[in-house]
């Protein structure tokens, strides 16, 4: 999984007309390691999308600018514009992320 440290390089990224998965994290944040733990094997599964990660707190505008509130996050993009969203409290297994992915690409 790449790493997006400026504003302009997610926007670029963004901007791609197939979906690309955003994993929003912090480095201090314990759920977002317990995703680590089992993120590998999804990334596997879905290996014909383009994955990035993005530091929370490297790069907050974005965050708020896509209202993610609470890490880990996973957003989906396409053609600039977010059309999918996995919000913290539902991001804990990996059979929650694999349900969100399922029903959203």
Request: contains cysteine.
């Amino acid at each position: 999984m790449e790493s997006i440290h400026t504003v302009e390089v997610f926007d670029q990224t963004i901007s791609n007309d197939q979906p690309v998965i955003i994993k929003f994290q912090a480095d201090w944040c314990p759920d977002c390691r317990r995703m680590d733990m089992f993120i590998g094997d999804i990334l596997e599964e879905y290996n014909q999308y383009n994955w990035y990660d993005v530091n929370r707190d490297e790069l907050p505008e974005i965050a708020e600018k896509y209202e993610v509130m609470g890490i880990p996050s996973l957003l989906i993009f396409k053609n600039g514009k977010k059309i999918a969203h996995l919000h913290s409290a539902n991001a804990k297994t990996p059979e929650e992320v694999q349900e969100f992915l399922q029903a959203s690409l």
